[in-house]
């Protein structure tokens, strides 16, 4: 990075020598030998790196740095000074400037001072612009996306968001689901209130209950006060309910209450309570397979399904996965502090021939193991996990090539025997709930 560098000292040889040095590096260098001239010239054009002499004849160069951090915030200040100033320069650092050095100056160690200063402005400018890139994207809740089927969720989006109706998104684990909903609240009529997520797998009837509904003081041993449920502080707001189709039998009747008489009653409460929210539910199950099956009550299918959105999984959008590759990039080395701007040919073909059973979840884990393991700014094949390098030699192993169920097969089998079987452990190594992988080991034959 090429840069404008200011050069304040009362010492003409100062001056000299150190313009000369960077001048050599490219820099386009200005020298001022009073601080009234520099500041006059930093107000109208900043500068992007400051070499200022901590005691000038006019000046005193700690009171210049809050009105050249004015001018430019990410504006870099490097204080010279002598020895008998040296506690003076380490304060200066404190307020803010980027560093000190020490006269007589050593031109190397100016020319690395200044070369540090343009990185750190570098990421600060990198960063600023990731940020602008994912503050854009967030009417979507961070989608990304152009293939058919992603734009057509895109649309069915924007048309719901204003009507303030359940919606009933369905796709498998790791393709979304909770994106959808807040880019639905964010679009809606609710985005100034609360939006409240509760995932309905894994929990007893009694947790559920007191969760979304609250208690009363003395409802029952070991309630001291009064909660609120989730579906009250959720007031004027949205309540996402994620794996609906995990929600015991017994409480999807009371949520039924809920939808029917936007009332709710806490536990040991004998005074209804009125609600104002919107319902957004999702599941990775067929409800409509459920309700047949006994498992999820009719009504309530056909209360929130009143909007369907249904996810693509990742691999039936593939011409995708360059976009979300570049957007979990921006995001994570905004997150590590890092400039991780490109994907190496070979690692670009593995993650694209990848198939992904943890969807993009499992995606986004990978470029941020990536990011945050590369000591360069890219991403290469080396930085991808072992088990999705292997597959792509073992796809193009022997005389033919493996079908995507092939190569899920072989990996979640591959996975099951390094976990020794346990499902637990295997899954958490997917990234996908302990259900998702029971119904591929089904699936796959694995069982």
Known sequence: MKARVAVVDDEPIVLTRVRQALTKDGHEVEP??????FMARNAAEPFDVVLLDLRLKDAYGL??????????????????????????????????AFHYVLKP??????????????????LKRENARLRQALRGEEGLGAMVGTSPGIL??????????????????????????????????????????PFVAFNCGGFTDELINSE??????????????????LLETASGGTVFLDEIGEMPLSMQVKLLHVIQEKRILRVGGVK???????????????????????????????????????????????????LLIKHFMGKYSLAFSKQVTKMAPQAMRILENYSYPGNIRELENIVERAVALTDTHQIRSQDLPRDVRQLEVDAVAGEGLSTLTEMERSYIAKV??????????????????RTTLWRKLKALGLE
């Open 272 to 322: 209804p309570i009125s609600l104002d929210i919107r319902i957004i539910a999702a599941s990775n199950k067929n409800l409509k397979h459920e309700v047949g099956q006994g498992t999820f009550r009719e009504d309530l299918f056909y209360r929130l399904n009143v909007v369907s959105i249904s996810l693509p999984r990742l691999e039936e959008r593939r011409e995708d996965i360059p």
């Open 212 to 229: 979304l509904f609250g208690y009363e003081k003395g409802a029952f041993t070991g309630a001291a006060a009064t909660k609120l449920g």
């Open 32 to 37: 001022f030998a009073e601080a009234q001239a």
């Open 105 to 122: 100056l050593k031109l190397a160690e100016i020319r690395g001072l200044v070369q540090n200063a343009l990185e750190k402005i570098a």
């Open 152 to 193: 057509q969720v895109f649309e069915l989006i924007r048309k719901v968001a204003p009507l303030d109706c359940t919606v009933l998104i369905a796709g498998d684990s790791g393709t979304g689901k909770e994106l959808v909903a807040r880019a639905i609240h964010a679009q809606s009529q609710r985005k100034n209130r």
């Open 416 to 433: 099951l025997k390094r976990a020794g079987h346990n499902k637990g452990l295997a899954a958490q190594i997917l990234n996908i709930p």
């Open 63 to 96: 009171d210049l740095l809050p009105d050249i951090k004015a001018a430019r915030p990410d504006t870099e200040v490097v204080f010279i000074t002598g020895y008998g100033s040296i506690d003076n320069a380490i304060e200066a650092v404190r307020l803010g």
